[in-house]
């Protein structure tokens, strides 16, 4: 008879520590033996240097194959999830233990739905002669794709399976990169483990009731666990790949997460603002838009015309699976454009309140105002993203080709702009930010009915609990958060500046935001901040000759364009522009608005939103 050799463990502060048997996966030199081995382990290798660490480490999307320590620590936070194994149970070998990592685990089985792509790692074979790398009485068994080993095993201290008292068999999920992406993996471990815990809490003898709590409990620090997901899906979004990208990259990593996910397709144009304007806000506690930065909108602008918004905004986290052609929101919140990064960045972030914009022009204001997350913008920039739309195959360049060949040309776009400042100079801007870039790190602090100038203050680090926040979180928000503080209706408030003519007739670039990223590569606004309080205004005018335009430009990608002298940049808490223009229009969130008067102020902290590490993506500003 043949016993499987089980994975011996231990829980660190960091993770589940893989101790023994790891011989086995190793050849004499302390090599990986088989190439998708390799990739899985040396990915934990990765995991284990902080790719995503708690204290935000980048991700590396093509994580480096490198060699492995021998003793490999899975951390927290790619576990999805944790569960024990009852010996014996069927699919355990008839009481056998596995000790294969690399065992393949068949997403689709646990799927709906036959699109789901199975992230088998079956082609992890044996590559190296059993001589090579086992101790002789252990055999690798080609079938099983499994290392056997003789029952006299001196792990095995049990006659038949070899679990000691302290120890629990337990099934770990975490995620493993794979590719470009992460995908969900299996593994079984043996876990030497007397939880602090559960010694403090059941008593010493009492482990088993709190391995795996203690371990999910750690997975889930700062976050929710078992989220109930509304996911909408535009299928029309990323050129039609939405649908495909979600089921493929995003849904594993969810449902193995344990989340509740249902799926709305979005069935014609705006259809999401009726959805969310309808949806049954009592089963979900998260509203997923796989698509791209136009659901999110919609959504967000659906919830605000409920009847009950307030406590759709104080149940509601809107998020985004980056599948559309525009991920700004995915980028900024989830660190990432990649949609099986961004669900495990879903299942991990921390809960975390964003400021909005709220934004009134004459033809619609008496109506519905319309909440902006991400931009509003006027010129060459909304002309080249809006107007270029009929060249939408090339992609993301055609709106870089759009402003290349507005500039060159020369164009101005006359205005009017009124403006309430937050920090005007750039140097009032640099304090501003440093003095709130750590403000809201950190889970919402749930302070009831604050009033809409709050400060973001209200946003601590980690000091409540998540039933707490559910118990008080829909006191969080109320009416007078959604009141607008200057109503277009009435003339610009005195304490608002003109600005100077001599610019504004000139105005090449009008653009303000609340993110860092309005499309990949495009760190627009290094210096937004989740829930400042403010909105950042960046302008140009055509009076910058062509040889200096083409170096800001060119500078996007780094951000470091806010710093060239002939740029504006601002924060701000209010405006109000004015075009002088025949022809043309605003973009909001990418969305066409008509040309217009248009009056925007900041609404803070309206929406719950997932935010990596409570913040978003670095922008390096701090250094520039
Ligand atoms: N079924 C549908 N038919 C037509 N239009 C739709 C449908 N579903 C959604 N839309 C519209 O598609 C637009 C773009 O959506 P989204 O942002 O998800 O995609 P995208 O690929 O990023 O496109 P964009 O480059 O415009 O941002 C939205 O204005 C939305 O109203």
Redesign the pocket.
């Known amino acids: 008879m043949v016993v499987q050799k089980k994975l011996r463990a231990i829980l660190t502060d960091e993770g589940v520590l893989i101790k023994s048997q790891s011989h086995h996966m190793f050849n004499k030199h302390g090599q990986l033996r088989s190439g998708d081995s390799l990739s899985l382990l040396s990915c934990l290798s990765c995991l284990d240097d902080g790719t995503l660490s708690s204290d935000g480490g980048s991700f590396d999307e093509d994580d480096s194959l490198e060699l492995l320590p021998l003793n490999t620590t899975i951390p927290f936070n790619r576990i999805l999830n944790a569960k024990y194994v009852n010996v014996g149970q069927k699919g355990f070998n008839n009481g056998k233990i596995s000790s294969n990592p690399f065992q393949t685990e068949n997403l689709s089985s646990s799927s709906e739905n036959d699109d789901v792509e199975n992230h088998s790692l079956s082609n992890d074979k044996a590559p190296v002669s059993e001589s090579q790398s086992f101790p002789k009485k252990d055999k690798w068994d080609t079938k099983t794709n499994t290392v056997k080993v003789s029952p006299d095993d001196s792990q095995d201290n049990s006659p038949s399976l070899g679990i000691k008292d302290n120890q629990q068999l337990i099934e770990l999920t975490f995620a493993v990169p794979k590719g470009h992406d992460v995908i969900p993996q299996k593994l079984t471990l043996l876990i030497d483990h007397v939880s602090r815990k559960s010694r403090a809490n059941t008593g010493e003898e009492n482990i088993s009731s709190g391995t795996v709590e203690e371990i999910l409990e750690k997975s889930y620090e700062n976050s929710k666990r078992n989220r109930s997901i509304l996911v909408i899906i535009?299928?029309?979004?990323?050129?039609g790949t939405?649908k495909n990208l979600f089921l493929t990259k995003a849904r594993p990593i969810l449902v193995e997460s344990g989340c509740k996910i249902e799926i709305a397709y979005?069935?014609?144009?705006?259809?999401?603002i009726d959805i969310a304007k309808d949806l049954d806000i009592s089963k979900y506690d998260t509203i997923a838009?796989a698509?791209?930065?136009?659901?999110p909108y919609?959504v967000i602008n659906g919830l605000y015309r409920r009847p009950d918004r307030v406590d759709a905004f104080n149940k509601l986290a809107v998020t985004q699976l980056p599948c559309?052609?525009?991920?700004a929101m995915s980028i900024s919140c989830h660190w990432t454009n990649n949609p099986s990064y961004a669900a495990l960045c879903l299942v991990k972030s921390i809960e975390t309140r964003i400021d909005l914009m709220c934004c009134s022009q004459p033809s619609y204001m008496n109506e519905w105002p319309r909440l902006s997350f991400l931009s509003q913008t006027y010129g060459v920039i909304a002309e080249s993203d809006i107007n270029t739309e009929f060249i939408?195959w090339m992609g993301p360049v055609r709106f870089n080709l759009g402003v290349a060949f507005n500039i060159i040309q020369g164009k101005k776009y006359p205005c009017e702009v009124f403006v309430k400042y937050a920090a005007k100079s750039k140097k009032e801007l640099k304090v501003h930010f440093l003095e709130n870039k750590d403000k809201n790190k950190g889970c919402l602090t749930f302070e009831p009915n604050p009033s809409p100038n709050s400060s973001p203050d209200l946003l601590s680090k980690n000091n409540i609990n998540n039933s707490t926040k559910d118990e008080l979180s829909p006191n969080f928000l109320n009416e007078d958060n959604f009141k607008l503080k200057y109503p277009m209706t009435e003339p610009v408030p005195r304490d608002w500046e003109k600005m100077d003519s001599e610019l504004t007739d000139n105005l090449t670039i009008f653009y303000t935001g609340k993110m860092p990223y309005i499309a990949k590569d495009t760190k627009f606004f290094p210096a937004a901040l989740p829930a400042d309080g403010t909105i950042d205004l960046v302008i140009t005018d055509a009076r910058i000759p062509v040889t200096r335009m083409t170096p800001i430009l060119l500078s996007l990608d780094k951000g470091s364009h806010v710093l060239e002298p002939e740029v504006i940049h601002s924060k701000i808490l209010a405006y109000k522009i004015i075009p002088k223009v025949e022809s043309g229009l605003f973009s909001v969130d990418?969305?066409k608005f008509p040309l217009e008067p248009l009056q925007v102020e900041i609404m803070p902290m309206l929406c719950k939103t997932l935010l990596r590490n409570g913040r978003y993506i670095d922008t390096e500003f701090e250094s520039m």
Request: hydrophobic fraction near 15%; proline fraction near 4%.
């Open positions: 535009n299928p029309h979004g990323g050129k939405a979005t069935k014609y144009a705006r259809h999401a838009c698509s791209g930065d136009g659901i919609e559309g052609s525009g991920n939408r990418g969305e």
